[in-house]
């Protein structure tokens, strides 16, 4: 049943004809179906990360035997491509790309910001994002958002997904650090504001680190924010500002 991330590499669940599957023929196992083992699945995910995901940690937690949910699923992978596209399922304040009076700005900050959040509330779908194609219908429905979206910058035809890449390469960097800082936070009991001041005052401390952390005193200071979420924010929205600059100007230059 196991299949190597090699394999993974080269097939899709969305393209091999077994993501609308309901069962391998002969009645439902255990009272299960496809949503309720995807749903599950994401549960999981969120509470013990993807390293420690399995299909027997799977099951236990659907009271079943491993064998009732590859009933329902070939692979684990092909298990894991349908929780990444439930997440992104999540995506449903997405701006309308045909609205002609909308700010093409405003709207590309709304999907930069949706990412955002999506990344941070689950750690573990960047490194999923990252292994498998990401063609699942909620996926290409974000994606196709964006990319009107870009189409309406003004941009010409070669440049649109260069911005893309620029805006959402970003963003998913910006997701993914954030969404394991915050993992980390959890494992400590501690609040991200005590974790941060925790790590601050050891640093400043310690003779390889103190002179980088003086020096940049000032930089956090003029940053602002009282709270690490505030902090996140203010750098987030600022170097997205940067990029969006950056796409006037490439308009402008024409």
């Known amino acids: 049943m196991a299949e190597t991330a090699k394999g993974a590499a080269h097939r899709s669940v969305w393209l091999e004809g077994r993501a ?3 069962g391998r023929g002969g009645g439902q196992p255990s ?3 496809r949503d309720r083992i995807t749903e599950a699945t994401v549960r999981l995910l969120d509470a013990e990360g993807l390293a420690k995901f399995s299909m027997r940690r799977l099951a236990a ?3 079943v035997t491993a064998m009732s949910v590859y009933w329902y699923v070939d692979t684990k992978d092909d298990l894991l491509e349908l929780a990444l596209d439930s997440a992104f399922g999540e995506l449903t304040a997405l701006p309308d790309p045909t609205d002609e009076d909308a700010d093409w700005r405003e709207q590309l900050r709304a999907l930069a910001t949706e990412y955002r959040g ?5 750690p573990w779908l960047s490194p999923l994002a990252g292994h498998y194609l990401n063609i699942g219908p909620n996926s290409l429905v974000f994606s196709r958002t964006v990319q009107r979206v870009v189409l309406r910058t003004g941009l010409p035809a070669y440049g649109i997904t260069g911005a893309i890449s620029a805006v959402f390469q970003f963003v998913y960097g910006y997701g993914t650090i954030e969404g394991h800082f915050f993992a980390r936070v959890a494992d400590t009991g501690l609040t991200p504001d005590e974790y941060f001041r925790q790590a601050m005052t050891a640093t400043a401390g310690a003779p390889q680190t103190a002179e980088i952390i003086e020096e940049s005193k000032a930089l956090m200071a003029a940053r602002g924010g009282d709270t690490v979420e505030e902090m996140m924010s203010r750098d987030f929205t600022f170097a997205l500002d940067l990029l969006i600059a950056g796409i006037e100007a490439m308009v402008k230059r024409g």
Do not use: A, K, M, P
């Open 20 to 22: 609308r599957r309901r």
């Open 31 to 33: 009272g299960l179906d």
């Open 61 to 63: 937690e659907l009271n």
């Open 118 to 122: 999506l990344l941070v509330r689950h």
